[in-house]
């Protein structure tokens, strides 16, 4: 995700790139044929332009409303991971200590805590596991500081790393109840927290697997670029040599607008404009840590040249 501190001339610049190249070119190249080579036939004022561009504008802020929709979506399920694993530790955390259980014998408490760090440390292994799923990256690896070595190995055969680490952490709450360090009505708070995690993750998934359909792509993006030939055709009468000023500006609007459209479709695409995950993990991370009292924490991340991923 972008977040530089101003505008950046230099980075609108490069973000459409070679598309506004071209259409510097063929804006010179049009003034130059309708005043040095005569070609009065090329300058056709008849144009709508503005009709044109009135539909064109509809098409593509239809499109990249939804694209923003997909996003905005995406990062409110993140949202709901962020305070589900909140909630999930501070439970774990706020009952299976030592203060709840009196009665117990010291080795059943050494058990116990152990037990209580494990499943908060599953807890930051899954989002970790999610957020590399989402990117289409090694989601196995990245868990092998907060797993058992045995599980660990046995993660890598999974085609759902997160939703295996899912259903260990239900085995453990289930066992933490038969063991009587969590009650009932404690245990069925728990387990929906995590139903709640493992509906944000299908709707993670949902928008990761189910893409815009392509025509939300091919033909606003094919409306623009002949919008962007007719522009120094219609204005060439009258703007003259300004033609390319002109055209450039009103073109590279446009051209903006449909690749912003097309970066906001996929937020989970490992690209600088996507909802920030491994900004989100660690802040889980470091949250459920902090919760269990460990003190060797990560830093937080902050953006590196304007980007906070």
């Known amino acids: 995700m972008i977040v530089p501190k101003g505008p950046q001339l230099s980075r609108m610049i490069r973000y459409v790139g070679k598309p506004a190249l071209a259409l510097v070119a063929w804006d010179v190249l049009v003034v130059v044929a309708y005043k040095l080579l005569h070609w009065q036939w090329i300058g056709l ?7 044109y561009g009135s539909a064109i504008g509809i098409i593509v802020g239809f499109r990249n409303n939804s694209a923003y929709g997909r996003w905005w979506e995406a990062r409110t399920l993140w949202g709901r991971i962020v ?4 909630s999930l530790a501070r439970q774990v955390c706020t009952t299976m200590r030592s203060s709840e259980h009196p009665e117990a014998q010291a080795a059943d408490l050494d058990a116990m805590d152990r037990e209580r760090n494990r499943i908060v440390h599953y807890q ?20 092998q500081p907060f797993v058992s070595p045995e599980d660990y190995e046995a993660l890598r055969d999974e085609k759902n790393v997160p939703l295996a680490l899912q259903r260990r952490l239900g085995t453990m709450l289930r066992d933490a109840r038969r063991h009587g360090w969590i009650d009932t009505i404690e245990w069925q708070a728990m387990d929906r927290n995590l139903d709640d995690l493992a509906d944000a993750q299908g709707g993670t998934e949902r928008i990761k697997n189910t893409p815009l359909p392509k025509q939300y792509d091919y033909f606003p ?3 623009v670029q002949i919008y962007c030939v007719l522009l120094p055709i219609g204005m060439v009468k009258d703007l003259e040599w300004f033609t390319p000023l002109g055209s450039t500006l009103v073109g590279f609007m446009f051209l903006a607008l449909d690749k ?4 906001l ?17 660690t802040t889980i991370e470091i949250n459920l840590r902090q919760l269990l009292g460990e003190t060797d924490l990560p830093k937080p991340e902050t953006p590196v040249r304007g980007v906070l991923w």
């Open 124 to 143: 930051i292994a899954f989002v970790h596991a999610l957020r590399q799923q989402l990117r289409g990256l090694d989601a196995v690896t990245v868990i």
């Open 265 to 281: 479709e996929d937020p989970f695409d490992n690209e600088i404009y996507d909802v920030p995950l491994t900004a989100i993990t």
């Open 83 to 86: 305070n589900d694993s909140r």
């Open 45 to 51: 004022k008849e144009v709508p332009l503005a009709f």
């Open 221 to 223: 993006m094919l409306f």
């Open 260 to 263: 912003i459209g097309r970066d």
